[in-house]
């Protein structure tokens, strides 16, 4: 059969799908990736072909870069967020206003038939064109499910991280069903309605959840929501990259890893709030090497380095953590399914986007490491952590737990003929 999938243009979202795709591929299935140009991250074209995959570049730069823009403004208590934390009851309305900004990239409502082409008509136009059997979208391009309508292909979402969308859904149903609410039309359609209604379609549930979820979130985690999931380990996936020389042998003392994740450190850069320069000041008396991914700009700005901490632009964590010993990151998806993988413990200080705080609560409920205040970081503090997560054996025990549970879901070669039976059931 024939595969679609589309995504949402940063290396963040394109890597959790790669091994799917490689494995759809190696079961002998046609595999296509489709994205708009990188705005966040520029190379993510280049990094679907460098994964050994077909890529359809669905242009979009201007579009994507003025609906972005909150959300790269920096950080604050003021800045817009698709991060949902349970402690707070309103967040989700708020993600929902900024996700509906979003949206409107892929097809603008001011959009005249002399503009640019919108993103969705180059995607439906391939589609109708290439007939996919099967399109699987990002929760972030629900592009691909008017695709997949349009041309009679059978859908699914393959979710990055928790299901904030699905969950977000399912609020606005019972908002709507509440006549105390106030809330007497579905916010979505201001821009869903349009969109369709361009391409002959109705709305359905579908268009927003998908005729079922590919879920690579642990189990433990998932939001207890009224959706058809089928679970799929995550294989950590973090790019192609030479080997560097000084990681052929084991250190001679405990490896710790500080990274930012790549999405993070473009959309936050120095915004990001962790006081660098004071960190590697604190750890610079501690019996342990600290490797730290940081780009041009952030080493500037940090100026000469403890002996102890070593600095590179960038290696992929699969390289790295087999190594090490302990890992500090901001609670991206990524970085936290590659310490699971290779049993790291982890020192997590979110930074709000999408899930960052319900996976560092997950992490430290399991066992597995400590939570870090993202406002009130205390260097000295962090440092400390650091020993702890190094040599305290139950850290360990933890990071073990969370690797067998990953290993309870069903590898992606395995998830193939799941969704070859599940795509004959649902194609148009």
């Given at each position: 059969?024939?595969?679609?999938?589309?995504?949402?243009?940063?290396?963040?979202?394109?890597?959790?799908?790669?091994?799917?795709?490689?494995?759809?591929?190696?079961?002998?299935?046609?595999?296509?990736?489709?994205?708009?140009?990188?705005?966040?991250?520029?190379?993510?074209?280049?990094?679907?072909?460098?994964?050994?995959?077909?890529?359809?570049?669905?242009?979009?730069?201007?579009?994507?870069?003025?609906?972005?823009?909150?959300?790269?403004?920096?950080?604050?208590?003021?800045?817009?967020?698709?991060?949902?934390?349970?402690?707070?009851?309103?967040?989700?309305?708020?993600?929902?206003?900024?996700?509906?900004?979003?949206?409107?990239?892929?097809?603008?409502?001011?959009?005249?038939?002399?503009?640019?082409?919108?993103?969705?008509?180059?995607?439906?136009?391939?589609?109708?064109?290439?007939?996919?059997?099967?399109?699987?979208?990002?929760?972030?391009?629900?592009?691909?499910?008017?695709?997949?309508?349009?041309?009679?292909?059978?859908?699914?979402?393959?979710?990055?991280?928790?299901?904030?969308?699905?969950?977000?859904?399912?609020?606005?149903?019972?908002?709507?069903?509440?006549?105390?609410?106030?809330?007497?039309?579905?916010?979505?359609?201001?821009?869903?309605?349009?969109?369709?209604?361009?391409?002959?379609?109705?709305?359905?549930?579908?268009?927003?959840?998908?005729?079922?979820?590919?879920?690579?979130?642990?189990?433990?985690?998932?939001?207890?929501?009224?959706?058809?999931?089928v679970p799929v380990r995550r294989v950590p996936y973090n790019g192609a990259a030479t080997l560097p020389q000084w990681l052929h042998a084991r250190p001679e003392r405990p490896?710790?890893?500080?990274?930012?994740?790549?999405?993070?450190?473009?959309?936050?850069?120095?915004?990001?709030?962790?006081?660098?320069?004071?960190?590697?000041?604190?750890?610079?008396?501690?019996?342990?090497?600290?490797?730290?991914?940081?780009?041009?700009?952030?080493?500037?700005?940090?100026?000469?380095?403890?002996d102890n901490v070593r600095a590179i632009e960038y290696v992929p964590l699969n390289q790295v953590l087999p190594t090490s010993s302990a890992i500090i990151h901001h609670g991206?998806?990524?970085?936290?399914?590659?310490?699971?993988?290779?049993?790291?413990?982890?020192?997590?200080?979110?930074?709000?986007?999408?899930?960052?705080?319900?996976?560092?609560?997950?992490?430290?409920?399991?066992?597995?490491?400590?939570?870090?205040?993202?406002?009130a970081i205390d260097v000295d503090s962090l440092g400390k952590d650091l020993v702890r997560l190094v040599e305290e054996p139950s850290f360990e025990l933890g990071a073990r737990?969370?690797?067998?549970?990953?290993?309870?879901?069903?590898?992606?070669?395995?998830?193939?003929?799941?969704?070859?039976?599940?795509?004959?059931?649902?194609?148009?």
């Open positions: 059969m024939r595969v679609l999938f589309t995504i949402f243009p940063t290396s963040a979202h394109l890597y959790p799908a790669i091994p799917l795709a490689w494995a759809l591929q190696s079961a002998g299935h046609e595999v296509v990736v489709a994205s708009p140009e990188g705005v966040v991250d520029p190379n993510v074209i280049a990094n679907i072909t460098s994964a050994g995959l077909t890529a359809v570049s669905l242009g979009g730069k201007e579009e994507l870069t003025a609906s972005l823009a909150p959300l790269m403004a920096g950080a604050g208590p003021n800045r817009p967020t698709l991060a949902l934390d349970p402690a707070d009851e309103n967040a989700w309305r708020t993600a929902r206003a900024v996700l509906a900004g979003m949206f409107n990239a892929y097809y603008p409502p001011e959009t005249s038939s002399g503009g640019p082409r919108p993103i969705l008509d180059k995607l439906v136009e391939f589609a109708q064109d290439w007939r996919p059997d099967l399109v699987l979208w990002d929760p972030l391009a629900p592009t691909g499910a008017v695709a997949a309508r349009a041309c009679g292909a059978a859908h699914a979402r393959l979710l990055f991280g928790m299901d904030n969308i699905g969950l977000i859904r399912s609020k606005t149903r019972q908002e709507l069903a509440d006549p105390s609410s106030g809330v007497t039309e579905d916010p979505w359609m201001s821009w869903l309605g349009p969109v369709l209604e361009r391409y002959g379609l109705d709305f359905t549930e579908e268009t927003l959840v998908g005729q079922w979820t590919l879920d690579l979130t642990q189990s433990r985690m998932r939001d207890p929501l009224d959706l058809t999931y490896r710790a890893v500080f990274t930012l994740g790549v999405s993070r450190r473009l959309l936050a850069g120095r915004h990001s709030g962790f006081p660098m320069r004071e960190f590697f000041d604190s750890v610079s008396g501690l019996d342990l090497e600290l490797v730290a991914t940081l780009n041009s700009e952030q080493l500037s700005a940090v100026g000469t380095l403890p991206g998806g990524g970085t936290f399914a590659a310490a699971v993988a290779f049993k790291v413990p982890q020192l997590v200080v979110p930074l709000p986007m999408w899930d960052e705080m319900v996976t560092a609560r997950y992490v430290a409920r399991r066992g597995a490491g400590l939570i870090a205040d993202p406002a737990g969370l690797y067998e549970d990953m290993l309870a879901a069903p590898a992606p070669k395995d998830v193939v003929p799941v969704l070859e039976r599940l795509t004959a059931e649902h194609r148009g």
